[in-house]
Each structure stands twice: as C-alpha cells, then as structure tokens.
C-alpha cells in the first residue's frame, strides 16, 4: 500500500461503553462548511440530522466531528426491532440483586457524549418518540423505571441520519421528528475532492483515483434510467482498496463497482461501456 | 405440443438460460447492430458521458435516383450514395437505421455509440444554428466545425481515441474520386480531406478551430478565396461519416395510417412492409386539391404502384392488388408526400421506425373525460411518456357459478392441504411474540426484567410469556391475472389457460387466507387504449367470502393484453398498502399485445417501463407466464430473474411460496 496506510479505526473502544478521540484525527475532507455548522450546533445543543446517500461520508464526518470537539462517541445502528430499552436501559439482576444498567443513548446523555443513531428511520415509531424531549430545547431524558429526570450533560449533542433512497416511500420521519433537528445536507464530492478521498482511504495513486471517480461520476448520470441507488463513494474506495491489493484496475471495477450496482443486464451492459470508455 | 417436451422444459429453461448467459458473455459483438436494438446501451452511454440525451431518431438514407432522375435534376453521381449518415436537425440525434462494423474492426456498437456522441456534441456546440446557408459555405463550415467536434470528443474521452482514428480512417476511405469534379470541387475536397487528416493526427488536439462567429467569419473568407482561385461549378460535396451530416428538422414527420379501424384490421389484416426512408409530409398548397382530375396519366390497365410525381398526388386506390413491399420502395423514393386522410380501413400499413411524432400528438389515446384512470405510456422510440397514454376502467369482476369453487377445491384438496402447510412453514422465525400477557412459555427476559424492576420496587408489568401466534407478517401480496382472450387456448390439449390461472387463484387465495397476509386480485383484459379493464375479484380490504370464489369462477377470456397500464393501476393499488414487503404478481399468458401498435416491441417497451417503475415504488413485481416462447420477451421485460414458466395450475401455489420466502428472507 502506498502513501495512506491508514488507521481504520479513529475511535477507542473502552469498557464505559463510550469511543473516546485518539490522538490522530480521522481523516475526514469536508464538502462546504457542514463543519462550521455542526459547531455551531454543537455550541447551541441542537440536535442535527444527517442526510444524504449512502457512503457519501455521514458516519465519517461524525467520528471526525467528535475528534474535533473532543467529545466521546456512541453510535447505535437503528434496525426495526430496536425498542425503547435498548436506548434507554434496563434493570438487570445480578446475583440476587438488582442493577440498573444504562443504554447508549442515557450514556451518552450523562457523560456529554455525542450519540450518533444511524438510519433512524429503520427504528419504530415508538422507538424514536423517546429522543424527542431530548431533541428540543428541554434537553431531558425521563427515565420512568428508576424515575430520573436526566438533564443532558453540556457537550451531549443527537445526531440522526438518514438515507432519502428509494426504500423508505412510505418509511419516513414524522414532521414532529424533523422539525426537531438541524438538517445538513450530505451529497457527492466534486469530483477533485472524491478522488482526494479514493486515494487516501484507497491507498492508491492520484490517477487512479481520478479515474475511478470519472467513472463514478459517469454512473451516477444514470440514476434516472433505473438505476436504484448511485455508485457511492464507500464503493469507490472499496475498488480502489482491490486495486492497491494488485487487482488490475478493470477487473476490480467489474467484480467490486459495476456488479454490485444493478442484476439488469442491460444496465450492467451500459456500465460496462461505460467503463470502457473510462478506463 | 408434446408431453416431453413438458417434461424437458424445466430442464431446458435452466440450459438455455447458461447458455444465453455464455452467448452473451462470449459472443463477439453481433456483425451488424440495429438501433432498435441498441438504443438504451446508446441513450444509456450518451447520458453516463454528457450528462443527457438527445432523442434518438433514424436518419433517413439520401434519395435514391434512377440515373434519369439524376440526369433531370442535375445530381452528379458523387452524391449519389444509399447510405445513411448520422445526422442532427439540431434537436435530435440522427442515426442510421443498422450499421455494420467497419472493415478496421471497429464493431457495429462502437460506431453507433461514437456516432450518437459526437452528433449529442455538435447539438450542444449548436452546430445546426450556426452553419451558413451558402452549399459551399456550409460544407466547409461542417468540416471544421467536425473536427472541432472530434477533437473536444477525444480531449473529453481519451479512450475513444482509436475508435475516432478508425472512424476518420474509414470516411478519408469512402471520399469520391476527384475525376468526375470540378477544380472548385476539387479544391474543396482537398479541404475537406485535409480536415479529416487533422482529425487523425496526434497533434490534432493542438489544431486549433475558432468557436462559433469567428470560425464562422473563417469560413466565409475561405470559400470567398476559394471561389475565386478555383472555376467551375459547385454542386455539394458528401460529408463525412465521422461527424455526420445536417439535416433539417421539417415539419413532424410520418406517414400515419389514418383511420386504423378495428373491424377492418379484422376483416382482412393490413398487409405490413418497412419503409427504407420516410416522406416527409408537405402542407398542401391552395391550389392543390382540385377538384377535377388534373393530368395525371393514370394506365387504366395495371393497379397503380409506382408513385413519380413529387408534387402531392394522391395515390388512386388501386384494386388491392399491390404488394406492400412495392409500394414502400415507391414511396421511400419521395422526398416529401402528403398526407391524406381518407375513411375507411387501411390497407397498406408501411413501418417507419423513426419518431411517430404525428401519431404521438394525433393519436385519440384515452380520452381523460370518460372516467378512469389513465396512465402514460411509454414510447421507445422517443424515450419518453406519451400523454395521455392508456385509461384504464375499473370495475367489481362479474360473478360465476356458485358451484365451481367447491368442485375445484374438492378436486384439489391435497394440493391445498400441502400449499396451506408448506405456506404456514413460511412463517417468520421472529414470529414469537415477546411481552405478552398470555401464551405458551414464559418469556425469560421478561421475567428477569420484571423481576429486576420488582425488587428495585419500581413498577413492573406483568406480561411475561411469550406466545407463538403468527405475528402478522409485514407483506401485501396483489395477484394480477391475466383475462385476455388469448387465455382461452389450452395447453397441452387439457385445460384451457384461463382455467389454470382460476384455480390456481383460487387455491393461492384460500391458502393466503390462513396466513391472515393481506393481498388482493385482480383481473384483466381490455381493447385499445381507451378501454384497459380492470376488475377487482378481491381488494385488499375486503375479506374473502364466497362472493370473491365466484368472482373467481366468473373470469372468462376476452379483449388483449395491454400489459403496462394494468401493471401501473396495479402498482398505484399496491403501493398504498403500508407493508414492509409488496409483491406484485402477475399471472400471464403472453406477451403484451393489442388492437393497436402493442403489439410487438411498443408494448414490450412500455410494460418494461411500468414494470420499472414498480421497482422504483418500492414493489416486487414479479411475472409467472404460461407462454413457451416467454424468456425471449419475459426477459426483458422483468428482468432475469423476475419471471418463471408457469405449465401447471399446481405450479402457481409453489412458485408464490418459493417467491414469498425469498421476498422475506431479502
Ligand atoms: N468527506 C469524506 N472524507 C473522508 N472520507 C470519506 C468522505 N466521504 C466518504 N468517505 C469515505 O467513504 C466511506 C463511507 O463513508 P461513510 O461510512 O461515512 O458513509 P455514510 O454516509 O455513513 O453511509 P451510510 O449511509 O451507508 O451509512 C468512508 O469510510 C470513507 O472512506
Ligand atoms: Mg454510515
């Protein structure tokens, strides 16, 4: 691997359930200002909702964000069996007695932690209605099994993503949600900067990167003619990381780029072109 | 159709299916590509570079000339050629209708692709606004503005450098011979030439060609100079393959068939033929339509077949006799023909397969006013909607005999038995339900949870089993099936399709049922546009009762199959339902076809588009087809793998259950 021997992991994982900020910061090159703005809101404890397509650099931003702001980290994936004690917490027995034991989001709540819940729409209804007091200006978390009244502790910041793909027509946040976030809108990189991004996480040289981005680039052209979901820049990274690894560059787009993109041999056979005209 | 081959086709499915896999994987390029063929890899490969895409058009070949044409009108034999060049009339993309590869190995696709780029390229560069009138003017303003075209092409998309270079090559190659012209021609020639040279040389990014006015002012100063250095007449030189011709965009062309009329495409079929070029259509001048005869000579002796005049003369209906084929190749001759209505059936139809624009606006496609619901469609020769598309009916399904569901399912009591069982197998592992306050075990989490809360003397609820009940799955299920007439044949010589289609409704129906999923069923069938029939043998709201079995009893085949419409009102029904997973099935006996130009590959178009559009809301559409000569169509319509053969009514409830474990386990 050439220039970016990467550590992949930025946060350390330590027993309070928390990820604390190394040293060395993620590598995260920002689009416009998100960076300023998420500072600000920071400062202010507003809550902030991510929203753009998948890997374009949400969870990253975050993770460099709570570097930045030398916050620790809690992330919970949301999928649709998540209910409201798996956020909250639950009471435990342990050896005749009784524990409380706090879930990520109260954790977060008390150490002043950042709490990242990705693809909140996955989470039900009745899941995401507990993080409504805590989204506004109350800043509180009601506990109702131990009876505490948590008032977040200063640096506690939500974050919430969201992916507005095609999956979700009728999975969709509830406007009383929305309108308790701060929303920063997440798209592509321009070109140059996309390439930045390939050849560092890649570990691949600028050319390669650049040319894997104007295929990129290409490819997303189509997102009107059926295709589902638009080449992400995690998939670029992906082939570029197969590339570093000694797989020709063509043969890493086939198998790592262009198969995962569609089943419709048509549209495989555009992308195909497509990339010989690329590459 | 025989009975092994029956048994042989499970097995023959599967091998044709590698095999096309493996045709498609190594099969050279196809020697010679067809537009119609190619066109989405083209549009697709236009857009993924440039952003958009024209739309796509055939260009028509020049005029052919008997050589006494040519000698009345002056041609000179240089101009004379049959091949059609790529084109634009500044909006659209003009292709040739087939192209061959070229003799340097550039294969057919290749050259449709650089074609359809270049000609998207010269539109964006407004190539068409900016040429001069003056012929000679033009064509060295086509030449340079060609290469500047050529050269942006290749500064843009350094990978088709060798296609350029072989492309060049070959129309450097076709040059007429420079014997027969002028030394005006000649010196313009030599130009022209020395255009496509640079176009081929290295450098030729360097060649640098002024933009717009300026190259403008150029040219005009050439052609002054050129004029005169050089005697002789100009009469036009061919332009170059490589960067096509200018063509212009006229009046909306086509030569519509007036008045398809239903009951006389019954009586006797239109004879059908390809038209090599189309006719312009001419607006009649005042004078034209005179009433007495004017002179033509019309042999009273033979049917009249050849058409000379170019100044409108209306075709004498003949007796019938003659060839389609004749009378195409007569009227692809014609630079421009008017357009004449007359009532009464068609006889002749002539296929053009450039834009039916004419059609498109003129079409009495369902009329919005007489209720329903109309749905677009889609066009493919102008990869677009065409508004208003299909109205589609919908109506409560005629009842039948009451009798017929209990014979049927008495008849199929073990399949019922088996599909009720191998369906109730296909309940969620998850479908335990926690928390409850009744059931068969105790719910261990709970019970520690609760048993935690009481001794923290907090409160506590006391809804500690855990129940095994099947959770209502989170699927909504619409049955769409097929009633045209054409499900009145009869496979193998016992049942007739549409009597499979019912009972396997019927038993599917009953075996959902006990699965408490929400689905309905629908039927249909229809004739033309205006009159897509849907008819609701069960909503989704409704519950199933004998009212919906005699529904069911009551299908019977009759109309066509206008297969995107349906599909679209289907997936407007389905896409209201709040379920996690949609699947969309459809129960068919053959391709889409109608009264109209359904049939054949409009209707595979638009029913691809629909089905498109149903993945694009979220739905699973999926197509189980009793047609034998399906996959060829099937496949494209659905996608590989969102078909499957369907030969017995016993089939229809494995393969649901088949498709509804693989829709939930996804
Ligand atoms: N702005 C960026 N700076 C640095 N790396 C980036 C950036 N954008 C994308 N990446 C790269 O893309 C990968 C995917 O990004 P990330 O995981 O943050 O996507 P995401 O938006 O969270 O996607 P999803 O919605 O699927 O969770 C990252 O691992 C990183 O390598
Ligand atoms: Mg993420």
């Known amino acids: 691997m050439s220039a970016g021997a990467v550590p992949r992991i930025h946060l350390r994982a330590s027993a309070d359930g928390l990820s604390h900020p190394q040293a060395q910061a993620p590598y995260y090159l920002p689009a416009g200002d998100e960076v300023r703005i998420f500072e600000a809101c920071h400062k202010q404890g507003l809550a902030t909702l991510l929203k753009g397509p998948t890997g374009c650099g949400k969870t990253r931003f975050v993770e460099y964000m709570a570097w930045r702001l030398g916050r620790p980290l809690v992330t919970v994936a949301c999928h649709d069996d998540l209910s409201a004690s798996d956020l909250l917490g639950r009471y435990v027995v342990r050896g005749g007695e009784t524990e409380w034991r706090d879930g990520p989001l109260t954790r977060a709540v008390r150490n002043g932690a950042l709490c990242y819940l990705d693809e909140v729409v996955e989470a039900r209804q009745d899941t995401i209605v507990v993080i409504h007091p805590l989204a506004d200006e109350r800043r509180l978390l009601p506990l109702d099994k131990t009876g505490e009244l948590i008032e977040a502790a200063p640096g506690f910041q939500l974050v919430i993503s969201y992916n507005p793909g095609y999956q979700h027509v009728l999975k969709d946040l509830k406007p009383s949600t929305r309108q308790r976030f701060v929303v920063i809108e997440f798209d592509f990189l321009p070109a140059e900067r996309e390439a930045e991004i390939v050849a560092h996480e890649g570990g691949i040289d600028r050319l390669g990167a650049e040319s894997l981005v104007k295929l990129a680039r290409r490819v997303r052209n189509l997102r009107d003619r059926g295709l589902a979901e638009a080449p992400s820049t995690r998939l670029l990274v992906a082939t570029a990381r197969l590339v570093a690894a000694g797989i020709p560059i063509r043969e890493a787009c086939r198998t790592a780029f262009v198969a995962p993109l569609s089943d419709d041999p048509t549209m495989l056979a555009s992308i195909g072109d497509l990339l010989d005209a690329t590459l | ?666």
């Not at chain 2, 209306?314 to 004449?340: C, F, K, N, Q, V």
């Not at chain 2, 191998?422 to 335990?432: G, I, N, Q, T």
């Open chain 2, 1 to 666: 159709m025989a009975e092994a081959e029956e048994l042989l086709a499970e097995g023959a499915l599967v091998a044709t299916r590698f095999a096309h896999d493996l045709w498609r994987r190594h099969r050279a390029a196809p020697e010679v590509a067809r537009l119609a063929d190619v066109r989405e890899r083209i549009e697709c490969f236009v857009i993924g570079l440039r952003g958009a895409c024209p739309t796509l058009g055939i260009s028509s070949p020049p005029l052919q000339r008997t050589w006494l044409g040519r000698l009345l009108l002056r041609i000179p034999r240089h101009l004379n050629s049959a091949t059609a060049q790529p084109a634009t009339d500044g909006q659209r993309v003009l292709l040739p209708r087939e192209l061959a590869p070229l003799a340097n190995d550039l294969n057919a696709l290749c050259r449709y692709r650089l074609y359809a780029l270049a000609q998207a390229l010269r539109i964006e560069r407004k190539t068409h606004t900016n040429a001069p009138l003056d012929r000679l003017e033009r064509d060295l303003f086509i030449a340079r503005d060609g290469l500047a075209t050529l050269t942006e092409l290749a500064a843009e998309v350094p990978r088709l450098n060798a296609d350029i270079a072989a492309c060049v090559r070959a129309s450097l190659a076709t040059r007429p011979a420079t014997e027969q012209l002028t030394p005006l021609e000649q010196a313009v020639e030599a130009r022209l030439r020395s255009a496509l040279r640079d176009a081929l040389s290295p450098q030729r990014t360097a060649a640098s060609v002024p933009a717009g006015h300026e190259l403008l002012a150029e040219v005009i100063e050439a052609a002054a100079a050129l004029r005169a250095n050089f005697p002789g007449r100009y009469r036009g030189l061919p332009s170059a393959e490589c960067w096509g011709e200018l063509v212009e965009a006229g009046a909306p062309t086509l030569l519509a068939p007036a008045a398809f009329s239903r009951e006389a495409a019954q009586r006797s079929p239109p004879r059908l033929s390809h038209l090599a070029r189309r006719p312009t259509p001419r607006v009649a001048s005042a004078d034209e339509d005179d009433e007495r005869p004017g002179m033509f000579i019309v042999k009273a002796d033979a049917s009249q077949t050849g058409v000379e005049d170019p100044l409108g003369l209306s075709r004498p209906l003949d007796e019938g006799a003659a060839d389609a084929a004749e009378l195409s190749a007569a009227l692809s001759e014609l630079p421009e023909a008017r357009l004449i209505r007359a009532p009464g059936a068609v006889r002749e139809v002539l296929l053009s397969e450039g834009r039916n624009e004419l059609r498109a606006a003129q079409s009495p496609l369902g009329a919005p006013n007489s209720g329903g619901f109309s749905y677009p469609e889609w066009d493919y020769r102008i990869s677009s909607y065409r508004q208003p598309g299909a109205l589609v009916r919908e109506s409560v399904a005629e009842v039948g005999d009451v009798g017929w569901a209990e014979t049927v399912l008495r008849r199929h009591a073990r399949l019922l038995h088996t599909v009720c069982e191998s369906f109730a197998e296909l309940r969620p592992r998850r479908s335990r339900l926690l928390r409850q306050p009744d059931g068969m075990e105790v719910d261990i989490d709970a019970y520690v949870s609760a048993f935690a809360n009481r001794l923290a003397g907090v409160s506590w609820d006391d809804a500690l089993y855990e129940d095994v009940r099947p959770r209502r799955r989170d699927v909504a299920l619409l049955l769409l099936v097929d009633a045209s007439a054409s499900t009145d044949a009869s496979i193998s010589g016992r049942q007739r399709i549409i009597d499979i289609e019912k009972e396997a409704l019927l038993v599917v129906c009953k075996a959902l049922e006990r699965l408490g999923d929400r689905y309905a069923a629908y039927g249909f069938s229809g004739e033309s546009a205006a009159e897509v029939r849907v008819r609701a043998i069960k909503r989704f709201d409704e519950p199933y009762d004998i009212a919906v079995e005699r529904r069911i009893a009551g299908l019977e085949p009759d109309g066509y199959t206008r297969l995107g419409a349906a599909v679209r009102r289907a997936t407007g029904l389905l896409a209201r339902e709040q379920a996690r997973h949609r699947l969309l099935l459809i129960v068919s006996d053959g391709k889409p076809n109608d009264i109209d130009e359904y049939e054949g590959r409009y209707g595979i178009e638009d029913a691809r588009q629909a089905i498109v559009e149903a993945r694009l809301q979220g739905l699973h559409p999926f197509c189980l087809t009793v047609d034998r000569q399906a996959p060829e169509y099937a496949r494209h319509i659905f996608g590989p793998t969102g078909y499957t053969l369907l030969r017995d009514a016993q089939l229809l409830p494995a393969t649901l259950l088949e498709l509804l474990r693989r829709l939930v386990r996804a």
